[in-house]
């Protein structure tokens, strides 16, 4: 038999929106995912690497030297799976398997809508919640908002500064906020947010909520010239 040991190093991702490895025990919506992985020494002309998925010889790897990859087809969404692989030769002799490598299928997006309802401004002298469109000296605000549903296990809710992901909310049932920091005095920002789950896949984004930002104190220099007195008889 064959005596090479094989590993499976790395499933990879090539499905935007969210690319890369995958970590065993990972989700993915990929459903044709690239398993990667490695030999402890070059293969004999009459071996490869076979794959097998769930126990059944899916494929054979292509090799280079000591590393190999093999891309899956025709998964499922909602499914588990777990790969492993070994080094078989003409004969059919098998050496060692390889460790597990499991992932699980979601092509699903999530289903919840998502509401910006607040922004809140917590710098005096004026506090408060910050009216869309409205203007805030307050460079840390506090965003916040509701879901139509609870979130599913792996999901988040993602903020959006200007259509660009700045980090996720925290969520308590179906409310959520998210403390923004270090704005520009200045600018106008937009906000929006949406629901996403483990393997990237993106709910509906909310409406627009936008605020300006200013920190800068009136330039003008005041003075008062009288107090005029208009009543009777003086």
């Known amino acids: 038999a064959p005596t090479q040991t094989t590993t ?15 970590a065993s025990g990972g989700t993915t919506n990929d459903v ?3 398993v990667e992985g490695n030999i402890d020494t070059v293969l004999s002309s009459d071996e490869v690497v076979a794959v097998y998925r769930d126990g059944i010889k899916v494929g054979t790897a292509d090799v280079t030297n000591t590393t190999w990859s093999f891309e899956d087809t025709a998964l499922v969404d909602g499914v588990s799976y777990s790969y492993t692989a070994r080094v078989e030769d003409a004969a059919g002799n098998q050496g060692s398997e390889s460790n597990n490598y499991a992932i699980n299928l979601d092509t699903t ?29 307050d460079i840390d605000p506090l965003v916040a908002g509701t879901i139509s549903a609870a979130l599913e296990t792996g999901e988040v809710v993602v903020v959006l500064r200007d259509g660009v ?18 704005l520009d005095d200045g600018q106008t920002y937009i906000y929006t947010a949406r629901v996403e789950d483990a393997a990237g896949n993106r709910g509906a984004i909310s409406g627009n909520y936008s605020i ?3 920190t800068s104190a009136p330039t003008q220099t005041t003075t008062i010239t009288n107090i005029v007195d208009d009543v009777a008889p003086q």
């Open 32 to 34: 044709t995912p690239t």
């Open 109 to 137: 997006a999530p289903t919840q809508s998502v509401i910006i309802t607040t922004v809140t401004d917590d710098v005096d002298p004026v506090q408060g919640i910050v009216a869309k469109g409205g203007t805030t000296n």
């Open 8 to 22: 499976i190093t790395n499933i990879v991702d090539d499905v935007a929106p969210q690319t890369g490895d995958v």
């Open 165 to 182: 992901v700045i980090g996720n909310a925290t969520v308590s049932g179906t409310t959520w906020s998210y403390d923004d920091a270090n």
């Open 212 to 214: 300006e930002v200013d």
